[in-house]
């Protein structure tokens, strides 16, 4: 039987190279984002792509459904939560604590917090039938202080980190492994010309690819890490290390 991933925010960057590389791997694949993919979509592994906004509860659940609805034998044996939201200013600037609004505080935990955790709720069944795996896409901007990441996106990923390890406890009890990666600066459309100042911290002396994160994601998700769960990974050049 041919595995099926489900991968969130799948139409650029980590989210496309993800679901990628595990139909280079021979799994099927089944993606939401706002937006249709780049590229790829007309692969026979790529069973669907659906045009979700997952800040909003009743296109999560339809998502489920349909991942429910897809899923042979009722099986799923990844989830990646990797849909992401970092607001700017309209100069594309940095949202700290004293400026923004809270609203916009809001729909970021929509989609960076609570969105993984009701897919993961919603998928649940589906994941222990498939003695699957999840794996949540966090952020470096969750465990230290970013110059360009906002304070809102921060934080939702350091409750992301958390959420990883209560998921990972209950969630053993389903046979289902949940970890997290938490990617430095990757080179997508998130990433502006100021972040090249930041180079010099990386002691691998570059920015990372998608792929690097896609690559982390995927044997995350095979027999390799069978007794890994709880953890997360940095995938950052080592630029957490100062």
Known sequence: MTQLAVITGASKGIGLATAKRFITEGWQVLTCARTEPEEGRGHPLWLDHCLVDLTDTPQTQTFIDRVLEMAEGGMVHALVNNAGLSLKTPYR???????????????????????????????????HKGAGSVVNVTSIAGHFVHPFAGSAYSTSKAALSGLTREMAVEFAQLGVRVNAVAPGEISTEMISADYEALVPRIPLD????????????????????GYVTGSEIFITGGQHLF
């Open 93 to 127: 600037e940095r949202l700290g604590v004293l400026n923004g609004s809270i609203d916009g505080w809001k729909q970021v935990f929509e989609l960076n917090f609570y969105a993984p955790l009701r897919l993961a709720r919603g998928l649940a069944g589906a994941l």
């Open 206 to 225: 570059r920015m990372g690819s998608p792929n690097d994160v896609a690559a982390t994601i995927f044997r995350l998700c095979t027999s390799d890490f």
